[in-house]
């Protein structure tokens, strides 16, 4: 079991920058895959990025890449996303959402077990 608490939204206005952290519990957090998702109103949930359990490799969504960058932290148990070059239209929910992989391989964009409670980020124009 991995519990996960997202924290770090809020209201930003466009251009702005925000960063997302997300605290896991549980010691085995170098075995897991991690991603972002978000959801905005009337939407899906989506990918945004993901990171493989050393940190080695990453993924991002083509709506965000270039302006996010996700890291994590295997001692501290942590996975952050620095949001730069905020656009109205990240306007959502941000989910963080832990994977167990056996390998370190490159981080899926599906099937994840855990999920956080979500942070909201706003972003006025």
């Known amino acids: 079991q991995v519990q996960l608490v997202e924290s770090g939204g809020g209201l930003v206005q466009a251009g702005g920058s925000l960063r997302l952290s997300c605290a896991a519990s549980?010691?085995?957090?170098?075995?897991?895959?991690m991603g972002w998702f978000r959801q905005a109103p009337g939407k899906e949930r989506e990918f945004v990025s993901a990171i493989s359990p050393s940190g080695g490799k990453t993924d991002y969504a083509d709506s965000v890449k270039g302006r996010l960058t996700i890291t994590r932290d295997n001692a501290k148990n942590t996975v952050n996303l620095q949001m730069n070059s905020l656009k109205p239209e990240d306007t959502a929910v941000y989910y963080c959402a832990a994977s167990w992989t056996f390998r370190d391989s490159d981080p899926p964009r599906q099937g994840y077990t855990f999920w956080g409670q979500g942070t909201q980020v706003t972003v006025s124009s």
């Open positions: 549980g010691r085995t957090f170098r075995n897991y895959a």
